[in-house]
């Protein structure tokens, strides 16, 4: 099951992290075996996937796709998005590991 495996970073809201846990409480109470949250996401995650036509997945997709659109348009135009370490000197976004994005030379 998890012998081909990579990190990823996931950013849930509390809202869906809290209903995430209660999922995990009551499997563990059903099955009555530990049921971590990382279990949850990733079957949550599983189910998900197969069903990528589904009407509802396909809405929130577009939504979490519109709401991205809307943060990085808004950082462009000098609002910075609540959270985004900005390099107080130039000005200049930085990456999660502080350094400046290198620019593409032509």
Do not use: C, Y
Not at 6 to 22: E, M
Not at 33 to 43: D, F, G, W, Y
């Amino acid at each position: 099951m998890l012998e081909n495996r990579t990190k990823v970073l996931l950013i849930l809201s509390q809202d869906v992290l809290d209903q995430a846990r209660v999922v995990a409480g009551k499997a563990t109470i059903t099955f009555k075996l530990p049921v971590s949250l990382q279990i949850v996401l990733r079957a949550l995650i599983e189910e998900g996937l197969k069903r990528d036509d589904h009407p509802a997945l396909l809405a929130n997709v577009e939504g979490q796709a519109k709401a991205v659109r809307r943060t990085r348009s808004m950082a462009r135009q000098g609002g910075r998005a609540e959270g985004e370490p900005v390099d107080r000197q130039s000005g200049s976004w930085l990456r999660p590991n502080g350094r400046r994005p290198s620019r593409r030379q032509k």
